[in-house]
T-cell receptor
Framework: GAGVSQSPSNKVTEKGKDVELRCDPI?????LYWYRQRLGQGLEFLIY????????KSGLPSDRFSAERTGESVSTLTIQRTQQEDSAVYLC?????????????FGPGTRLTVT | RKEVEQDPGPFNVPEGATVAFNCTYS??????FFWYRQDCRKEPKLLMS???SGNEDGRFTAQLNRASQYISLLIRDSKLSDSATYLC?????????????FGAGTILRVKS
């Protein structure tokens, strides 16, 4: 079946502009995650959705970052007033959710470059 | 102290070698443990879960030591295709739901 998809695959934006990144999880997966990976670095947790609610937003680096999820499906990550340090690959993952269903399936990521 | 720590490497080994990676985690209440693999400029993919009794999948063996808060991955008879970054991953505790914490990764390069 279809895996996790993300769009766009690449995004180049000017400093100060807003960007919106999209994630389509695997159908039926109730849990959805956003991570950030800077070049040569590990994955940095941003936010976790269970259904449409976000019980853990602890990783969002600033109030310029926000995310929402609708219909227990698509999620969007919005970065306002982008800065150069926001340049990274943004990865989305989904899982069946619930305790004991931990395998996360990742999308190919959106490579964001802020110039 | 980082929640999950790994030796970044790189580990440069010849084909056929046995190589071991270690990982430590800080939260003693951690529930679940995994190794993920990430190829260059690709997304991470689950390699294997790590069980308390230890588990093996072909050439790969994972071990967990809860007392020492230590996880290991052993790769036998290394192949060129094993070259990748190996990520140690921990679910910190039930109160975090399905949140996973990723180590920064250990780079493996297998050479002919």
């Amino acid at each position: 079946g279809a895996g996790v998809s993300q769009s766009p695959s690449n995004k180049v934006t000017e400093k100060g502009k807003d960007v919106e990144l999209r994630c389509d999880p695997i159908s039926g997966h109730t849990a959805l995650y956003w991570y950030r990976q800077r070049l040569g670095q590990g994955l940095e947790f941003l936010i976790y959705f269970q259904g449409n609610s976000a019980p853990d937003k602890s990783g969002l680096p600033s109030d310029r970052f926000s995310a929402e999820r609708t219909g227990e499906s698509v999620s969007t990550l919005t970065i306002q007033r982008t800065q150069q340090e926001d340049s990274a690959v943004y990865l989305c993952a989904s899982s069946l959710g619930g305790f004991g269903s931990y395998e996360q399936y990742f999308g190919p990521g959106t490579r964001l470059t802020v110039t | 102290r980082k929640e999950v720590e790994q030796d970044p490497g790189p580990f440069n080994v010849p084909e056929g070698a046995t190589v071991a990676f270690n990982c430590t985690y800080s939260n003693s209440a951690s529930q679940s443990f995994f190794w993920y693999r990430q190829d260059c400029r690709k997304e991470p993919k689950l390699l294997m879960s790590v069980y308390s009794s230890g588990n093996e999948d072909g050439r790969f063996t994972a071990q967990l030591n809860r007392a020492s808060q230590y996880i290991s991955l052993l790769i036998r008879d290394s192949k060129l295709s094993d070259s990748a970054t190996y990520l140690c991953v921990v679910n910190p505790s039930r109160e975090y739901g399905n949140k996973l914490v990723f180590g920064a990764g250990t780079i493996l390069r297998v050479k002919s």
